[in-house]
């Protein structure tokens, strides 16, 4: 089949290239591994409506003037198509306290506005933004993965061949690695960037309410103190639930999200430390694959999870002493069924020395700013892992060193979540428009 652009995953960036370019006179294709559409996008649905997070906009080559304008743009297409109108983050008064707050403890709070659909709502979302698109006569191919990328742009999937004029690829964290090895193969540039491996913390909603309640997803970014390394929040799910992402190749993910009208009494936020390597070794992608290999199997095949009392003493966490009332272990129930999705461990001895110091550096930081995090009872998960360290040569269109293929969102190392991601799309229309 021949289309004048297709485009490799349904995310965000995907949707986004395909909005600007539907009233083109294009025959746009998107095809699609899973068999529902819109990646990332289905997952509890946080809009981080700033520059200062999902993306970055010197490796985008755009100021923040611009940055913020293709961000209104995008917020405006999702209130468009019915996005909750409930806007986060706008109690200027209440977040400089925290600010100061914050820097007083030796840390900084990035803020920004922020909207909430979640998961339940987000199905719903998606459903009106394809409609839209299949209206203008985009063609989704669900089920459809794409196995092999070749120089002529024939593209092999499991629902036979296909062939374009203008490639976009975006398949996401999880297309990371397949996207890379089609890139050796293609001779298309790319160099490796930082990678962010971590942990996902699980409390009581009142214990982080104090903030959540003031910005929805709180970013605090920490320089730790026994190694001068950066530590940063990222993704906080008030009354929601920590999930496992599917099985990629041989390990599990820990994620989480959150619905807009069921809650759960806990409030989960991954704490991801940046590491990036040099000389000798420089691929962080296989450093992160090779972590998260190694907690996987120290879990039995599955992640671990541990009482953050057990995490601070250096025990492990078993499952006869997991609802210990002596150590007040009842108090929190995790969100994850922990005979069946994950297992008590220790994530100290699974993780590298250097990760879990920073870890509990700035766990430790983060409990200055708000009381109550390292109650021994809270709970650490890992591996959490964000696979967008591949960072691909490109112009400012996205556009790669091959000619007409464009590459995009975080499996390109181009953005960090969903805004990043849809404005990802929007630069690469942009640079196939130049060209018509
Ligand atoms: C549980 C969870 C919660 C999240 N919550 C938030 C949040 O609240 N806010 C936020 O900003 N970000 C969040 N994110 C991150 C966000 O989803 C991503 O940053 C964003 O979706 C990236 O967009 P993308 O277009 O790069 O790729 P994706 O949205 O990942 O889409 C890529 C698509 O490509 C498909 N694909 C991969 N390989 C192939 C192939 N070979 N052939 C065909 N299709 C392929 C995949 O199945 C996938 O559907 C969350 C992620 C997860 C997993």
Redesign the pocket.
Known sequence: MKYDVII???????LWTAFNLQKENLSIAI????TFS????M??????LSPDI?MDIEELKITRKQAEEYIKQIDDKFLEHKADKKLYGTNTKEIKKWKTRTERCGATLVEAKQRHIGTDNSIKLIKSFKNELEKNNVKFFLN???KEIEKNFKIKTTKGDFSAKYLVV??????AY?LREQAKKLKIKYKWGPIDVGVRIEVLSETYDPITEIIYDPKFKFITKHHNDKVRTF?TNKGGKV?L?PKNGNFTLI???ALKNHKTPNTNFALLNTIDLTEPYGDTTEFGRNIAKEVNRLGGGKPIIQRIGDFLNGKRSKLKTFFDKNKNYDMVTPTLDIKNQVVPGDITMALPGRIVDNIRDSLILLDKIVPGIIHPANLIYAPEIKFYDTKYKTDKFLETNLVNLFV????AGK???????ALNGILIAQGIKNKL
């Open positions: 490799i995953g349904s995310g965000p960036t995907a095809l699609e591994k899973n819109s990646g990332g996008l997952n509890d649905c946080k809009l981080n999902c459809t993965e794409v975006a398949p996401g964290r999880s297309g397949w993704c999930r992402e994620n989480g999200d995009g969102g975080d499996g953005s960090r979540g969903i805004t990043g991601a």
